[in-house]
Nanobody, 118 residues
């Protein structure tokens, strides 16, 4: 199983970024996918989650209305579109999947840094 994030970087407040997470090694279209983030000195927190077919997603209150999760099951990729970025969105963003083989296991990507600063 591999989860590889990309798309992070430095952006000014009010700007936008789109993160991608390319997945491999499991039946991607069968599982919900999530994005988490971890800011310096803080615990990792859930940003949002999308259903396996992509028909529904839910978000943390702090990002609702600004962030959108989508997925392309043909490309085994999940996206996080981030608009109206704020300095408090600065964090390392992680792609996450909970998968069942012989038991449930948690899988994380390596993370991608997002810095919102003028």
């Amino acid at each position: 199983v591999q989860l590889v994030e990309s798309g992070g970087g430095l952006v000014q407040p009010g700007g936008s970024l789109r993160l991608s997470c390319a997945a491999s090694g499991f039946p991607f279209s069968s599982y919900p996918m999530s994005w988490y983030r971890q800011a310096p000195g803080k615990e990792r927190e859930l940003v949002g989650r999308i259903s396996s077919a992509g028909g529904s997603a839910n978000y943390a209150d702090s990002v609702t209305g600004r962030f959108t999760i989508s997925r392309d099951n043909a490309k085994n990729t999940v996206y996080l579109q981030m608009n109206s970025l704020k300095p408090e969105d600065t964090a390392v963003y992680y792609c996450y999947a909970r998968l069942f083989t012989s038991q449930w296991n948690d899988y994380w990507g390596q993370g991608t840094q997002v810095t919102v600063s003028s």
